[in-house]
C-alpha cells in the first residue's frame, strides 16, 4: 500500500486523501467552529487522519501549553497560529477565541494530550460555545481513562470517572469517603508524585483487598498495567518509585460489602459491637470493637470510648 510520509508518521494513502474524494463535503473545514481535536497521548502514530486534516485547516488552533503542542505539530508539519487557552488565562482568552469564532474564523482546541474537555479547561469554552450559538464539533481520538479501562481487567460495563483527587488532604478523604460504597469500576487520574499518598487514601477507604489497575506510560515503549490490591500497590511503592503520568482503575464495592454497611449505617456503634458480638458468639468485646472500627472507617478508640 502507498503512503503519504510526515516525519516518523505514515499515513495510508486513502487517509490522505480524506479532503479530494467524496468524503470531501463531510469532512469540509466549516467556518465559525470549534474543533475539539484529540491528540496522541504518548505515541504519534495515534493522531488520526481526521485530526491531522482538521488541524492543518483551521484558521489558528488554541492550545494548553504552545510549546508542547508548537513540537507535536512540527511532527505533522502543521503551520497554523497557536495561542494558549489553559487554567489560568481561560475566562479572557475564550472571550477572544469565541470572538473570532463569531467572526467566521474556525478553531480547532488541543490540549497537552488526550481528549480536550476531559480534565482540562476544555470544558468551559465548550460551555461558553454553547451559550453563544457557536458550533462545535468533536473529532474524537486517545483518551488515557479509556484507554486504561479497557486494560485494566475490571468490570467495564459500568463505570465513574473520578478524574484528580483534590490535593486538599481533607477533601479528598471526603470524596473517597463518599466513594466507600460506589459498585462501579473508578477511574482517577494521578501525578507520580502524589500516588503513594492516594494509594494510601485508597487503603483506608476501600481496603486493602480492593481490586485495582495501575496503568502508566500508556501508548509508549514501556506501557504497563498492574493488576493487584490496593494493599500489594502500597507494598509495591514502598519498595519502587512511582513513574510517568497514571490511571488508577478501582474495582467497585461488592454489593455485600454494599448490603452490609447499610445494615449497620442505622446503628450506634455500640449498638454495631453488640450485633458483631451476637452474631459472632466466639469474639471477645475487643476483636468486636476491632471489627467494628474496621467496617465503619473510624479509629478503633472511637468505637471503645462509645462502648465504655
Ligand atoms: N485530556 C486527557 C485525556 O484525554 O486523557 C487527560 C489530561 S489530564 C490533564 C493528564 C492526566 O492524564 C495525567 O496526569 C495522567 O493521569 C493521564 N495520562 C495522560 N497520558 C497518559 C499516559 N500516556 N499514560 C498514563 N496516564 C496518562
Redesign the pocket.
Known amino acids: 500500500m502507498s503512503s503519504i510520509k510526515t516525519h516518523d508518521y505514515e499515513l495510508p494513502e486513502e487517509l490522505a486523501s480524506l479532503g479530494s474524494n467524496d468524503k470531501e463535503e463531510k469532512n469540509k473545514i466549516e467556518p465559525s467552529t470549534l474543533y475539539l481535536v484529540?491528540t496522541p497521548?504518548?505515541n504519534l502514530a495515534d493522531l488520526s487522519a481526521r485530526a491531522l486534516k482538521v488541524l492543518s485547516g483551521v484558521d489558528f488552533i488554541a492550545a494548553?501549553d504552545t510549546r508542547n503542542s508548537a513540537k507535536l505539530l512540527a511532527c505533522f508539519d502543521i503551520h497554523r497560529p497557536l495561542i494558549s487557552y489553559f487554567e489560568h488565562n481561560k475566562r479572557q482568552r475564550g472571550e477572544e477565541i469565541v470572538a473570532k469564532l463569531a467572526a467566521g474564523q474556525s478553531c480547532a482546541l488541543i490540549?497537552?494530550?488526550?481528549?480536550?474537555?476531559?480534565?482540562?479547561p476544555?470544558e468551559d469554552l465548550v460551555r461558553l460555545c454553547g451559550e453563544r450559538g457557536i458550533r462545535v464539533i468533536s473529532v474524537p481520538g486517545?483518551?488515557?481513562?479509556?484507554?486504561?479501562l479497557t486494560l485494566s481487567g475490571l468490570p467495564t460495563g459500568r463505570f465513574v470517572f473520578e478524574?484528580?483527587l483534590s490535593t486538599q488532604k481533607s477533601e479528598r478523604r471526603a470524596r473517597l469517603d463518599f466513594l466507600k460504597t460506589e459498585e462501579r469500576t473508578m477511574i482517577?487520574?494521578?501525578?507520580p508524585h502524589k500516588l503513594r499518598a492516594t494509594l494510601d487514601d485508597f487503603a483506608a477507604a476501600f481496603g486493602e483487598a480492593r481490586p485495582i489497575s495501575l496503568?502508566?506510560?500508556?501508548?509508549?515503549r514501556n506501557?504497563e498495567a498492574m493488576r493487584i490490591t490496593v494493599g500489594e500497590a502500597v507494598s509495591y511503592y514502598k519498595e519502587h518509585d512511582p513513574r510517568?503520568?497514571?490511571?488508577l482503575i478501582v474495582g467497585g464495592c461488592p454489593q455485600a460489602e454494599v448490603q452490609a454497611q447499610a445494615d449497620w449505617a442505622s446503628l450506634t456503634p455500640a449498638e454495631h459491637v453488640a450485633a458483631y458480638m451476637a452474631e459472632h458468639p466466639e469474639a471477645k468485646k475487643l476483636d468486636a470493637i476491632k471489627a467494628v472500627a474496621k467496617l465503619r472507617g473510624v479509629p478503633r478508640n472511637e468505637i471503645y470510648q462509645a462502648v465504655l
Do not use: W
Not at 112 to 118: K, N, S, Y
Not at 215 to 220: A, D, F, H, I, Q
Not at 244 to 247: A, I, P, Q, T
Open positions: 484529540a497521548i504518548g494548553e490540549t497537552d494530550a488526550g481528549t480536550p474537555a476531559i480534565s482540562d476544555g486517545c483518551c488515557a481513562a479509556i484507554t486504561a478524574g484528580f482517577f487520574y494521578e501525578a496503568c502508566r506510560e500508556l501508548t509508549k506501557e510517568g503520568e497514571y490511571v
